[in-house]
C-alpha cells in the first residue's frame, strides 16, 4: 500500500522504518492520533517526497544548518517551525531484530525512558518506540532540534531578529545590538573549531 503524502504530511508523528509483509523495505507512518500506515516504500524515499512536497532542498539544509548545530550528520530535518524531526536509529519489527534511522516529530515527543539497550520513546498519542540511542543522544538531538527551531523562527521574522531589544528602543540600538550578537557568534564559532581540533 501507498499512503496519499500529500493529505497526511502535517499529521505525521514518526516515520518508523518497517518490513514488509511480502519481503523487502518499508516504511511505518504513524500520525498524531496513533494511526499507523505501512508503505512500501523507504524511509529514505518517504523523508525525501517529504522534502518536495515542502519545496525543501536536503543538501542545502545540511550545509546551512550543519556547521551552526556543529554535526556533519544526523541533522535535524525542519519541514516547518512546528514540523522539525529528530533522527534516531530505531528498532525495526523485522527478523532478525535490525536497527535503522527513522525520524520523529519533535512536537510529539512525550518523554523519555530509559532501557537496558536503549531507550524508549513515548509519544503524545500514548504509542512507544524503541530507540537504540542512549538517553544523553537523544537529548542532544530534543536540544539541536529546538535550537534548529528558534533559528528557523528567526529566520522567518525581520531581519536580525534573533536577539533581544528593548521595546521602542531606536533603530540605531538595534543595530548596535544585532552586530553584537553577530560578533560573539563569530568568535563562537571561531572558538569551537579549534577545540575540535
Given amino acids: 500500500m501507498k499512503c496519499h503524502l500529500e493529505l497526511m504530511k502535517t499529521e505525521i508523528a514518526a516515520i518508523v522504518p518497517a518490513s514488509h509483509t511480502e519481503g523487502g523495505e518499508a516504511t511505518l507512518l504513524i500520525n498524531v492520533d496513533g494511526n499507523k500506515y505501512l508503505d512500501r516504500r523507504s524511509t529514505g524515499w518517504i523523508i525525501k517526497r517529504l522534502a518536495r512536497l515542502y519545496n525543501m532542498d536536503l543538501q542545502a539544509v545540511k550545509e546551512n544548518y550543519g556547521p551552526l548545530l556543529g554535526r556533519k550528520r544526523y541533522i535535524p530535518v525542519p519541514f516547518s517551525t512546528r514540523l522539525i524531526y529528530l533522527p534516531l536509529t530505531l528498532k525495526t519489527d523485522t527478523f532478525p531484530i535490525d536497527q535503522k534511522l527513522g525520524y520523529i516529530s519533535l512536537e510529539q515527543i512525550q518523554g523519555i525512558k530509559k532501557e537496558n539497550s536503549g531507550s524508549i520513546l513515548i509519544l503524545k498519542n500514548g504509542l512507544e518506540l524503541s530507540c537504540f540511542n542512549t538517553l544523553a543522544t537523544i537529548q542532544s538531538r530534543l536540544r539541536e532540534s529546538r535550537l534548529l527551531q528558534k ?16 521595546e521602542g528602543a531606536s533603530y540605531a540600538a538595534e543595530k548596535t545590538c544585532s552586530e553584537e550578537i553577530a560578533r560573539l557568534t563569530a568568535a563562537f564559532l571561531c572558538f569551537w573549531k579549534k577545540s575540535r581540533k
Avoid at 533559528?151 to 528593548?166: G, N, R, V
Fill in 151 to 166: 533559528i528557523l523562527k528567526s529566520e522567518l521574522q525581520q531581519e536580525h531578529s534573533f536577539y533581544y531589544a528593548p
